[in-house]
């Protein structure tokens, strides 16, 4: 029997998020009804506090015990293994669809929904983590993992505007997930602006970083891939959302790499007072 969405419990919503978007055994506590998956997005920065969160304090923890660039390579492993590197496949797809289809939108979408990867998948993958890695191993522990904590949920976050701004791409019964997220009422769209900007605003207070870099950059490259994708398939897919999200992510990275001698000296006097 079908439920709908707005009689299920608040709670119902969330959990689904956080099955969905992790690997963790949420499920086994609880299993929302199946049109709560509908809704997973407009709680999508939620699961990146759970992501985000463990990533940080592996890196944090992990620093004191092993090498600093262990630390930060079993952080990025932890990640993965709690979203069963479910943006990661997400950025491959979209990497050969858009790299091989052409301006063909079919072709394209056809790439994106196979399971093998290609030459644009793998390439993109090998830059995309070394980046990230690179990106983090520049920075003091500390800064890292305030980035992190920060980065994840304000992606997500940034991302789940897509659904807002096209239409699927897919007919439903076509989508991987076998689900179509629904548009956000504006209490959903506040709920998730909470979600996302509360850790963000808390690291920029933290480390006195540009807010407007920090904010407007992964914001302009969230744009630019939007431009992208509308004019290639005129739509977003599951695999769109996962790569848009792991780029504005480390956009988020790469800005606060730029600033990383300012943001140490201003955390250092802080911790001091």
Known sequence: MQVNIDQTHWYDRIWASFIFFTRLPFWRLHQPPQECYKTVVEHWPLAGWITGGLMAATLWVGSMFLPY????????????????????????????????????????????????????GVIGLILYELLLAASLFSMTPTIAALTILAADPFAKMVTSQLIMMMPYARREEEAKAKTIYRKMSWQAGISLAIQGLLPMGLFIYMTNVSWEYVVFIPFLVMYFLYLLIWRKIHGYTGDCCGAVCLLVELAVYLVVCAQHISLTTHLSLLTSI
Request: without cysteine; hydrophobic residues 50%; charged residues 20%.
């Open 69 to 120: 660039a262990v630390a930060v390579l079993l952080a990025i492993v932890v990640r993965l293994l709690i979203t069963g590197a479910l943006h990661e496949d997400g950025l491959a797809d979209f990497l050969d669809g858009f790299g091989g289809g052409g301006n063909n939108r079919e072709r394209i979408l056809a790439i994106m929904k196979d399971s093998h990867i290609g030459t644009y």
